[in-house]
Structures are given as C-alpha cells and as structure tokens.
C-alpha cells in the first residue's frame, strides 16, 4: 500500500464504498476499503491505518465491535462511526462512551465534512499527497486533462481549443435555466452580478469566482425577517415594530434585534445566510423570464459572506425542474459515448447530498461505459441517470468521449 495519510474504510454496500473510496483518495487519502468487519479487523493489524472510518450495521463483526477492537489494541487511533439507521442521540452517545468512537456520523453524508473531521481528528489541515485543487481565476481558465477535449458546460460539446466563451450578457432563462448559468459561472470563476427577472420579482445574485456569496431580491418573503417570524422566533406586530424603530433610529433591523436579545449574534449570521439561500434558491426555481451579467469587482470589499452551497443547490433544482423529456432530448445523441470523470473537479460531488439511487448509478462511472450501459448496468431509470450525468457534466465532474 502507498505511503501517505491513511484511512481505513470499512463499509458494505459497496456501492458506497466507491463513492467514498474514490472521494477520499481525490481528497489526498490513502483509502484501505474493507467490505465487512472481519475483513477491516485484519487489515488494521496488516496496514497500519492512521484513522478508521466505518458503518455500524456490517456482517461478520459490526461497527461497534471493530471500534472497539481498534481502541483496545496496541494503536488506538481514532475511530469515526456511521449510519443510516442508528439514529438516536443515546446510541451516539453509547458509541463514544461504551466503545470509544471519537466521532458518530449520521447518512446521508456530506463528503467535504466528512474529510475534513478526518484532518481534524488527525490534527492535520489535508493529507498527505493531496490531489490538486482546481487552479485560481486566471486569465485563461484550467487546461483539460490530456486525453479529453474540455467541454463547454452548457452545450456539452467540445470547446474552442485554450479558451472557453465568455460568460452571456443577457437573454431568456428559457433557454439557459439557472443551474446551467450557475454552473458556468463556476467553471469560468466568474465574478459579477447576474440579475434574474421575472414578472415583477427582481433578484441579483454576486457571484465571487463562481460561487455565490450574497443575494438581494425585491420580494418580500425572501427576507432573513421573514425567516424569523415563520420560526416563531418574533411575531408579526413585534417586527412591525421593530423595522419602524429601526428607521427612526437609523440602524438596521438586525442590529436592532441583537440589541433587545430577540436573537443571538452568531443567529444573526445564520438567518441573513438563510436569507441568501431562499433567494439563491428561488432564482435556481425559474423556468421563464430574463437574465443580464455583469462583471464587475466593485463590490468584494464590501460583501465578504460565506459562500453557499451552491452545488447542492443546483442538484436539487435538477430533481425538482428537470423533466423527462428535456433530458431524453439533453443527451438523445450521446447514450453511445463513453463518460469518464474528470479527475480534477470529481471533490465537488462531495457537497452533495445524493439520493441514493443517484449514488448506485454513480458508481457505475468508470471510464469504460456508455450512457446506455450505464442504464443497464445500475439498473436505475433513464431518467436516474440523466439527472446524474446533467449534475456533473455542469460542473465538469464527467467528459464524453
């Protein structure tokens, strides 16, 4: 086995096992799989693993027992525990308590996280012989790796050769829906402002290096306030109150909030984050109207907010949005080429949260099989797979060839 962090994952449905193999080793992992319990108790002894990873309902020997095994042995080192049925807060607390579990992980899982508790437990900011991370905004955008032509995200055809195009200035959502303009941005690392209007509702996204930090809109619902009163945090007449206070004293509502203790600080920042996500989110929604970009930096010293999960975001829009039909027309002249993953951006797929007939067919991406076989092979529907395949051809996570 190579050299490097290494990380012993132990986990059944081998399916998963492969999502999480491959997106810990892109990560910088040094990944030792195992596929039951026994199996992982003698390759602890044999690989010398540096943290162990494993689900809790496994055959032969389950989780807790090769938790266990592994902090009573000459190398207690720590021990992350998963699963998706083994929910409740006294099990967790059992897994730690009972048999030393430093962590206890709930499924669905966030990938990014995942890795990134690894390093924590490990006291290390990325492994050893970590992958590289897509390159910086630069004036021209990353070259495609040797073996595949770069695609252009929104036509998934073949750009022009060292140059992608740049970003549209304007024209109908009908014809470029959200998550493709969304997902652009991020392949190019655009910066500036996309506006979406529809019928009255105006929204602006600020797009920094392809990611969106910030959101305005002029529908009254999509407000952080709003977010407040339908978690019954302030009532309606007490906001009332409070905005006009707030104009009268020249300060804002939240500021304003945080002073009387209506809400906490740290809580301030989490529903103003809301309040970008139910914009983001509602832009992602539109199927009709009108869209503008404009590049423009002006404003990054004045916006410096997290940045959403766009990702996510966008995949969800697919489940929801993208139809039958839009998808058989989508890749009608592609079910005989061969989909490979690009290598590079495949630690994207791990800010989503896959359903899990998305993750079966992932697995089936290897370099070697056709949409149709894909179909076939994964046993899930045309239309599974195609919004898998829409997912990742938007962030350049697959190629066709």
């Known amino acids: 086995m190579a050299s490097g962090t290494k990380v012993l994952l ?82 967790q607390q059992e897994a730690k308590t009972k048999y030393g579990a430093d962590e206890y992980l709930i499924k669905p899982l966030n990938l990014v996280d995942v890795a990134k508790l690894l390093c924590r437990l490990l006291g290390i900011e990325r492994p050893q012989h970590v992958a590289p991370e897509p390159p910086p905004a630069a004036s021209e955008p990353p070259a495609a790796p040797p073996a595949l032509p770069a695609l252009d995200p929104v036509t998934a055809e073949p750009a022009p050769t060292g140059q992608w195009r740049d970003f549209p200035k304007s024209g109908e959502l009908a014809d470029s829906p959200p998550e493709q303009l969304l997902a652009y941005a991020y392949t190019i690392r655009a910066t500036g402002k996309l506006k979406t209007t529809a019928g009255k509702a105006v929204r602006t996204l600020y797009i920094k290096r392809g990611v969106p930090v910030f959101a305005t809109s002029n529908v009254a619902g999509e407000t952080f306030t709003e977010l407040l009163v339908e978690d019954g945090r302030i009532a309606r007449d007490e906001l009332n109150r409070a905005v006009q206070a707030a104009k009268e004293r020249g300060t804002t509502v939240g500021k ?65 949005h993208a139809n039958e039909p839009f998808l058989d027309a989508r890749f009608a002249d592609r079910r005989d080429r061969v989909v490979a993953k690009n290598e590079v ?32 092979e994964s046993g899930q529907s045309d239309s599974v797979v195609h919004q898998l395949l829409y997912t990742l051809e938007l962030f350049d996570v697959i190629r066709f060839r």
């Open 10 to 91: 132990v986990e059944d449905n081998l399916d998963l096992l492969d999502i999480i193999h491959q997106f810990l080793d892109a990560y910088g992992f040094v990944v030792v799989p195992a596929k039951d319990g026994q199996q992982a108790v003698e390759l602890f002894a044999t690989e010398q693993p540096d943290i162990v990873l494993s689900d809790v309902l496994l055959p032969r020997v389950n989780g807790f027992q090769v938790c266990e095994k592994v902090k009573n042995s000459a190398r207690p080192v720590p021990v992350v525990l998963m699963s998706a049925l083994y929910k409740t807060y006294n099990l």
């Open 256 to 320: 304003l909030l945080v002073e009387g203790g209506v809400i906490g600080a740290d809580e301030l920042t989490t529903y103003l984050l809301g309040e970008v996500n139910r914009r983001l989110g509602a832009a992602l929604d539109l199927r009709n109207g009108l869209f503008s970009f404009e590049a423009d930096e002006s404003w990054l010293a004045q916006i410096s907010r997290p940045e959403t999960e766009v990702f996510d975001m966008v995949y969800q829009t697919i489940v929801k």
């Open 345 to 376: 951006n495949l630690p994207l797929a791990g800010h989503i949260q896959w359903l899990e007939s998305h993750l079966e067919a992932f697995a089936f991406i290897d370099g070697d099989l056709t949409v149709a076989e894909i179909i076939a």
